[in-house]
């Protein structure tokens, strides 16, 4: 079967830097991403890694690995706002996006 | 970036009736819009693809005569909950893909509506 893997919940100091990781188990692979998502509101596109390496977008990055099958997403200067819960997605081989369960940040003064 | 509007935001309705919710992408054209549910606490689950000017594909394990996917053009579909109970109470969420980005690229998301069947 296919399925993402990735903590349940973390919790880290203001200012600080977390990483968030997701390993995955796909059937083919097209792709990665993260997504950002505050309690009661509908999620909001971070990241999409297709390559191997690092990508940086302001204070947050992603990693990818494919053949290891994993990603990482690392905040920096980490602020209150940050609070949420962050969703790894694989794209598979037929590009369906499967959905890891989400990482819930708790980001404390 | 481009815009997906989900209405209502909010609705509360009694057991029985129906309950229709409005997904519409407002800057670009989506040959596929996505529907999700997601209980609390939970990660989103795909329900159903919904496919313009075709018949929406719908996840194992859900009820396509209760959950009616309508997709006429290509910047609006809808998802009508019928006969709603309080087990469908959750929290819907649609998202489209711009058809110029094909099959990769980001996926917008409606703000969600959050349905309460008392």
């Known amino acids: 079967g296919q399925n993402i893997d990735q903590p349940t919940e973390m919790t880290a100091t203001e200012g600080a830097i977390v990483q968030i990781n997701c390993t995955y188990q796909?059937?083919?692979?097209?792709?990665l991403f993260w997504y950002q998502q505050h309690a009661g509101e509908a999620p909001t596109f971070l990241s999409y890694?297709?390559l191997d390496g690092l990508e940086e977008k302001g204070r947050f990055s992603s990693f990818l690995s494919r053949s290891k099958g994993y990603s990482y997403l690392l905040l920096k200067e980490l602020q209150m706002k940050d609070s949420a819960s962050y969703l790894c997605?694989?794209?598979?081989?037929?590009?369906?996006?499967?959905w890891g369960a989400g990482t819930k940040l708790i980001i404390k003064p | 970036g481009a815009v997906v509007s989900q209405h209502p935001s909010r609705v509360i309705c009694k057991s029985g009736t129906s309950v229709k919710i409005e997904c519409r992408s407002l800057?670009?054209?989506?040959?596929?819009m996505f529907w999700y549910r997601q209980f609390p606490k939970q990660s989103l689950m795909l329900m159903a693809t919904?496919?313009?000017?075709?018949?929406?594909?719908?996840e194992q394990g859900v009820e396509k005569d209760k959950f009616l996917i309508n997709h006429a053009s290509l910047t609006l579909s809808t998802l009508t909950v019928t006969s709603a109970h309080p087990e469908d109470s959750s929290f819907y969420i649609c998202?489209?893909?711009?058809?110029?980005?094909?099959?990769?690229?980001?996926?917008?998301f409606g703000e969600g509506s959050r349905l309460t069947v008392l």
């Open positions: 998202s489209a893909r711009d058809r110029e980005q094909g099959d990769t690229g980001e996926l917008f």
């Open positions: 800057d670009f054209q989506a040959t596929t």
């Open positions: 919904s496919n313009e000017g075709s018949k929406a594909t719908y």
């Open positions: 796909t059937s083919g692979f097209n792709g």
């Open positions: 890694n297709v």
């Open positions: 997605a694989v794209q598979d081989g037929n590009y369906q996006l499967i």
